[in-house]
């Protein structure tokens, strides 16, 4: 270790305490500041994935099915803007249902939990539910598809009542399918999935059919984009069939925006933490500097600095006034030509001489002392 290093090290040791707050106060701040980005990216990366993993559709739109007909919403596929688009598909408006008679579980003692309401749900049908190709493809989540016109997947349903059935009460026909699985859509285009005879059959208890497309476009990154395109599906499609549109962006907000909300908190303490850290470590700097300014005028006469790294000795011009003078006061003979004289001036090459050359002994400096005064008397 160099003397520099030597130096900086004993002065962070007297000052322990110092050294530890800054340290410990430099570590709060950088794992504040890491931990913010990787909420960050924690909470944006699985949205991104799954959207890009089943093929996400930017903006869903819903048509009445009275004012434009499968044709006619088809054909908004080539609609300006549009990369991509899936459908017609029967679907729809939100229909609310109970639980069923069979469900056996109670919510509290006393109250059953049959009859009790499970909330709207928006039915659709697709040619193949469990398909990979086409823009927004389901996921099962638990049980299995359903494969008979009483039967259906949800996208939320009681554990309590698993197996049990769900009924649309606000339908005249109050029809009753038995809940199978659970399924998902990424952007929430529906929340209940029948085959296509289990469509049939709830359309005749009252339900009205509307029809839906799926669509990504060019441009789609910001909110302002998805409402360009919407204009366009709605300039392209029968005037007054659009009933309703949802975008992708709501559903990544929806899934992203609780633990994102805390992600711009977790910046700001950060940020501060570090600026903290800077104003502790130039208050202590300025502390230690002015504590120890003698000793560092002590260690700069001695040659210690930054690039040195080390003491180095000034070398200074011989005066042979001054030796001889000292020659006259201390015995000692002015610096000559040979080496071991020479070495009697320098305390580094002293330090390499053998023991007794060219190092008066104490007594014969003595002498010689006396011998000058004694030669030049005072007045």
Not at 34 to 60: C, D, I
Not at 79 to 86: H, K, M, P, Q, Y
Not at 211 to 231: C, N, P, V
Request: with cysteine; proline share 6%; aromatic share 6%.
């Amino acid at each position: 270790m160099s003397a520099l290093g030597k130096v900086v090290r004993s002065g962070v040791g007297r000052r322990r305490v110092q050294s530890l707050v800054m340290a410990l106060t430099t570590f709060a701040a950088v794992t504040s500041s890491v931990l913010s980005l990787g909420l960050l990216v924690a909470v944006q990366t699985p949205f991104e994935h799954a959207f890009k993993a089943r093929n996400g559709a930017h903006l869903s739109v819903q048509f009445d099915g009275s004012k434009a007909t499968a044709a006619q919403t088809a054909a908004t596929a080539h609609a300006a803007g549009v990369t991509e688009a899936s459908g017609p598909y029967p679907v729809t408006a939100a229909l609310d249902t109970i639980h069923g008679t069979d469900c056996t579980a109670t919510i509290a003692p006393g109250m059953p939990m049959a009859g009790s309401t499970n909330g709207p749900v928006v039915v659709a049908t697709r040619p193949d539910l469990a398909g990979t190709s086409g823009l927004d493809q389901l996921v099962l989540v638990q049980g299995r598809w359903p494969t008979s016109a009483n039967e259906i997947v949800l996208s939320s349903w009681d554990r309590l009542c698993a197996g049990g059935s769900v009924v649309f009460d606000s339908l005249p026909g109050k029809p009753s399918f038995k809940v199978v699985g659970q399924a998902n859509s990424l952007t929430g285009t529906a929340t209940g999935f029948l085959t296509a005879d289990g469509f049939a059959r709830l359309t005749a208890a009252g339900a009205k059919t509307d029809e839906q497309m799926l669509y990504r476009f060019a441009k789609s990154g910001t909110e302002t984009d998805l409402a360009t395109d919407k204009q366009a599906i709605i300039a392209a499609a029968p005037a007054g069939s659009v009933e309703s549109g949802q975008s992708y962006l709501a559903a990544e907000k929806q899934a992203v925006g609780t633990a994102k909300s805390f992600v711009p908190f977790l910046v700001v303490f950060g940020v501060l933490g570090l600026f903290l850290s800077v104003l502790i470590i130039t208050i202590v700097v300025s502390g230690a500097v002015v504590s120890g300014i003698r000793r560092i005028g002590i260690l700069k006469s001695l040659g210690f600095t930054p690039l040195a790294g080390g003491p180095r000795l000034r070398r200074t011009s011989p005066d042979p006034g001054g030796d001889r003078r000292a020659g006259r006061h201390t015995g000692r003979q002015p610096a000559g030509r040979s080496g071991p004289e020479r070495c009697q001036q320098g305390s580094r090459c002293r330090r390499h001489q053998p023991a007794g050359v060219g190092q008066p002994r104490r007594a014969d400096r003595h002498l010689a002392h006396r011998r000058g005064h004694r030669a030049h008397p005072g007045p």
